[in-house]
């Protein structure tokens, strides 16, 4: 059973933000370096794609429309997505595209690597919370009274959730392990095992995304640019003077726009992760937002405001950042630097910032 609560909604800040000297650049007198910028909404956000030459304005669209079509492929609520189309399926393997396929191979990869702690079959437990879609109508109608799903609701759904029901076949049938190769020659397919399970790959989706919009770009010869998906931000090499992007890490719970410390960064993913996104505050002062416990199918309740991962890969940094949440402050930050090449900023509940090794930011 579900019981009822007046709970107070909050609009979610964006995670990461460029800062407005970014798009300043000393190279006033070559028009091709000043920066062009395109948006678009995918994957329930807002994305940017800026790159610093207006000779190749037509890799914006190239990158909007992949954006597009890879909502088509992954995206868990669009009737026509490979990924809605998998959730109905049954037991059956279903056919996918290579993309989809690599997708969920490195979903399932950190899945094992993070322990459980991600879990790409908690679709139907988030579906039970429906925090973004509650945000919404309580926004219509301040009289709504926020659902929150009762103990023995969401045991139920977590007996259903188990990464490893999802498995990746080849053409022959042939079950595809995490650490093999992928070829784009050869037809894919997935099934899951649990018919009251499903699948969602938001955890990782965009910073898979990220990397392969980067790839297009570099491809296009694109030196200087910024991809933005949300809580997801990839630099591509340095401003056209040479000197860094400065990427705001957005202060829990502030206005939009504040910062609570900046990095300055070159040819690097900035991924962040928070319960300061989608949420509401309960009665009680609880957070209630979207970033679920895969053991107690509740919003996890921790000592963490936020967590921003650098790295090289966005799809790591993506993995990585909702990971070291789930974990908090002491098993996060070991995790990171049992890592090479990782770097973290952690936000504590009281607003301390503690950061790993090397990584150096300066107050907003």
């Not at 009289?143 to 990464?163: C, F, K, M, R």
């Not at 908090?328 to 607003?351: C, M, P, Q």
Request: negative net charge.
């Amino acid at each position: 059973m579900f019981f009822m609560k007046h709970v107070k909604p909050k609009t979610a800040a964006l995670l990461l933000f460029i800062e407005s000297a970014l798009f300043l650049t000393s190279c006033a007198g070559a028009s091709s370096a000043y920066p062009i910028t395109k948006t678009g909404f995918a994957f329930d956000t807002v994305i940017s794609i800026t790159i610093y030459d207006s000779q190749k304005s037509a890799v914006l669209d190239e990158c909007l429309s992949l954006c597009e079509r890879y909502d088509t492929l992954f995206s868990a609520t669009r009737e026509d997505s490979e990924i809605w189309q998998l959730n109905h399926r049954g037991k059956e393997p279903t056919d996918i595209s290579f993309e989809t396929a690599s997708l969920i191979q490195a979903a399932l990869y950190w899945c094992e690597q993070s322990g459980g702690a991600l879990d790409l079959t908690m679709l139907p437990v988030s579906e039970a919370w429906n925090i973004a879609g509650q945000m919404t109508l309580m926004s219509e109608n301040p009289d709504y009274e926020y659902v929150i799903p009762d103990t023995d609701t969401l045991n139920a759904l977590l007996s259903h959730v188990n990464y490893k029901n999802v498995v990746l076949y080849d053409e022959a049938g042939t079950v595809v392990g995490y650490e093999q190769t992928l070829s784009h020659d050869t037809q894919y397919s997935a099934a899951i095992l649990d018919t009251h399970a499903a699948i969602d790959l938001g955890f990782i989706a965009k910073g898979y995304i990220a990397d392969r919009l980067k790839e297009v770009m570099l491809s296009s010869g694109i030196e200087s640019g910024i991809i933005s998906l949300g809580g997801n931000i990839l630099l591509i090499g340095a401003k056209p003077d040479g000197s860094p992007f400065r990427v705001g890490i957005q202060k829990p719970f502030g206005n939009a726009g504040e910062s609570i410390v900046t990095l300055q960064k070159t040819d690097m993913s900035v991924v962040s992760s928070g319960c300061y996104e989608r949420y509401f505050i309960a009665d009680d002062g609880s957070i209630l937002h979207h970033i679920l416990d895969t053991a107690t199918g509740a919003p996890v309740q921790n000592e963490l405001y936020g967590v921003t991962i650098l790295s090289g890969s966005s799809l790591q940094g993506d993995a990585l950042s909702t990971c070291c949440y789930i974990l908090g402050l002491e098993k996060g930050l070991e995790l990171v630097n049992s890592l090479d090449g990782i770097e973290a900023v952690f936000i504590t509940s009281d607003y301390e910032v503690i950061t790993t090794p090397g990584c150096n930011v300066s107050n907003s």
